[in-house]
Structures are given as structure tokens and as C-alpha cells.
């Protein structure tokens, strides 16, 4: 299980204060402040979104902070797309044919909204002490065991449709106030919006960890958009507008967070949910069938990808005799049974951060990229570590991505301009053997 992380200096560990307290997050967001990164399909874009300055204490306030939306074209100019204070916009995607971009757009609080949120909190605290007191009271009512329930007539069940469920789980989980979120899709020739579709998100703390770890994703056909929000994993079709709901109740951890990641041929998502025990949930795309897997240990959350259509990599912790963990890759078919490992020879990890990593495996299946803290290990697919580079805890190279050629990576570097906000400097380019290709420096902000 992924385990708590010890707090101790305010200025990068304050960044997770939030998702600390959960008990389900791990130090791999500490380093990510930021979210991962696109390509389009020929390479010649990258885009990303920043967040400026990464400040937790105000990170749910309109007008606190600036999030830009910019892309690198062809490694030298970079260009906003969108700039705002008053939403958080979610990680881009590429369709597949190149022609949209599209990302999740949140409406973030005003000083008033915020002490209401406050207050729900102060009242759900409430509801579980009166809860608890009345269990208790319930108890006494009785001289020796309750009585037992009659079992009832199996003959008569029946399970509902596949739908009712959903809508079930739908209402309990956003009962507390909903965020107006937004699926943006643009003309990436022109930039234009050309659809927007709501997508509501239960009011939480999870916006400032939608913000790390949402990553919309198209379909094959460039027509569907899968999109993480909350505790849901809903389908939006671009064209028609129609949505429904793929996936639910999801979520890692307490605050919902859902890492995902679409089959090569769009039939399938992978979604990890579950705290205490991680579940691996494959979901058919069209509906028809869906698969929990229980896992023994939670993988990393951002160590899910499809080696191709019928095969998933996942980046997990192995517990070694003395105590400590290694990193392995487990392989597994569509069912979720596992169909093979490989152990990776690198530096043993403890229990606070061994489900930690970040996993980028390139486009045609001989290289990859690990990272686990400060440390970034260019391998091969086999396992052969290239390079090792170890990083300054302050000026860190984060979110991986290979170029679709898979001739180069590139990477978010993180630095501590001032104290307590850090933020991104620069996107930098690398080989996949290690060798440093080139640096491109972020523009100041534009007020």
C-alpha cells in the first residue's frame, strides 16, 4: 500500500499538504507540481499547462494564480493558447488525426465559495459523529446480539441494468455541490473553441489534484473524449455532444484522484481505484464488460501504460527479504491476470516511496524512462539502465514524454524561483540514452 509521506521542510513538502492528510498520495506529486504533457501526433507541437506560482494555500481561489495553456512549436516558439485566474485548466490531450486539442477547464472559488466549502466540511464532521452516536444508541436497545436477518429469497434478486448503477453511484457521489467544469475542444490550425461540454465535478479538495494527475484522452477515432472528473470517468462525443458515463465510482485514494489510460485501439480503459486496496479496473469502452483486479501492491500513479492493445505495464513495488522494496514491471492481458515481470535493477526503495515512480515507455517499445524522486533512469525496454541522473531536490526534471518518433524526451524543469513557489522554468529535450539535446526557456508571464 502507498503510505504516508513525512513532512519536513514547508517550501516543496507544503505543495502535497493537502494530499498528505489522505494517506494516499506519494512523493512523486511533490516533484510533479505540475501536469504531463502532449505531443501532437507529428511531433512538431508539445503542449502543456503551467501554474503560476504553484501556491497550495491559494490554489482553489480565483485571482490567485495564473494557469497558461502554451504549446512549443517545433522546439523553438511557444505559444498561449489560454491564460486565466479565474479556472484551473487540466493537462491537453491531441486527437489522433492532429485536428483538436482538447482539456477540462474548472471554475475555481471565490473568498465566499471557499467558506461555504469550509462549513460543508464543519457539517459533514457532524453527520459522522451523530452517525457513530446512533449506532452506539442502536446497540443497547438490545439485551444480547441483535437478532439475526432472515436470508433472503435468491430467486427474486436481480441485479439492475448497468446504468441504473452508474446513476446510483452518481448520486451519492456528487451529492456535495458540483463544479461547473468544462470539456474545451479547439481547432489546433485555428485555435478556436469549437465545442464546449459540461462536465460536472463534486466540489472537493481534488481540484488541486485534478490539476496534477487529469489528463483527458481521445479515441482512435478523434471523436470521443474520455475525461477523468472526480470520482467519474465520463465519454463526451465532440460531434453529438452525447455523454455517459464509463466508468464509476473510481478514484485513488481519498480525494478521488483517477489515473487512467486508453488501449492503443480504444476498446479499453485502465483505471486504478481503491486506498487501502488497490484495484485495477478495466473498463470496455463500449461498454459491455468491465473487470476488477485486485492488485497486492498499488502500482505508482503515474506507472500505467499500454505496451499495445492487449498488453498493460504496470510500474509496482516488490518486497525484498530485508525489508526494503524493488521496482518491477508486471505485465498483464485484458482480463488484468498478470502474464509476466521483469525486475529492474535500481536503487531499493523504502516504504514511504516505493509506489513513487513515473513510467514513460516510447512509441516503439525499445526505450523508457523511470523516474523515482530526484533520481531519472534512461533505460532500455528490457531493463539496461543507459544513464543515471540525480537531481538538486530544488531544479528537477518532471512528467516525461517521449516525441512519437520516439528519437527524443522531453521534460518540465521545476525550479524554486522564490520561496515556497515553485514553478516551471523551462521544457527540456533529451535522447533516450541520457544525452542533454536542448533547453527552451519558458516566456514571462504576460499580465
Known sequence: MVQQVTNTSRSWKAALAITIAAGAFVWHMLACTESPMAF??????????TMEPYDVDDGLIAGKNLFRLMVLKDQKDFQVIEQTKDYMLSAPCYSSDGAYIAYLKVPL??????????????????????????????????????PKEKAPDTNLMALPDIESNFELY?????????LPAKLIVRDTKTDKVISQTGVNMALS??????????????????????????RMVYGVNIKTKEQRIVAGPVGAGKFGVTPMALSPDG??????????DP???????????????RLEEAPSLSGMVWIDSQTLALLVPKKTENGKFMSQLAFCNTNGELIRTLDLQLPPLDDENKATGELALSPDGKSMVIAFMKNIFFMTAKG??????????????????????????????????????????????????????STKNLPAVNP
Open 40 to 49: 501532437s501526433p507529428d511531433g512538431k507541437n508539445l503542449a502543456f499547462v
Open 109 to 146: 472559488l471565490t473568498e465566499d465559495n471557499r467558506k461555504q466549502f469550509e462549513q460543508m466540511g464543519k457539517y459533514e464532521t457532524e453527520l459522522k459523529r451523530i452517525e457513530k452516536e446512533s449506532q452506539e444508541a442502536l446497540k443497547g436497545l438490545y439485551q444480547s446480539d441483535p
Open 170 to 178: 452518481k448520486h451519492y457521489i456528487l451529492a456535495p455541490p458540483e
Open 205 to 230: 479538495d481534488n481540484v488541486m489534484m485534478a490539476y496534477l494527475t487529469c489528463q483527458p484522452v481521445f479515441s482512435p477515432d478523434s471523436q470521443w473524449v474520455y475525461v477523468p472528473a472526480g
Open 267 to 276: 476498446k479499453r480503459l485502465a483505471v486504478l481505484t481503491g486506498d487501502k
Open 279 to 293: 484495484v485495477l479496473v478495466l473498463v470496455n469502452t463500449d461498454g459491455r464488460r468491465t473487470i476488477y483486479q
Open 384 to 437: 539496461k539502465v543507459l544513464k543515471h541522473i540525480e537531481q538538486e531536490e530544488k531544479n528537477i526534471l518532471v512528467q516525461s514524454v517521449f516525441t512519437p518518433d520516439s528519437s527524443q524526451v522531453a521534460f518540465k524543469r521545476i525550479t524554486e524561483i522564490k520561496a515556497d513557489h515553485p514553478t516551471v522554468t523551462a521544457i527540456e529535450f533529451y535522447t533516450p540514452d541520457g544525452k542533454a539535446v
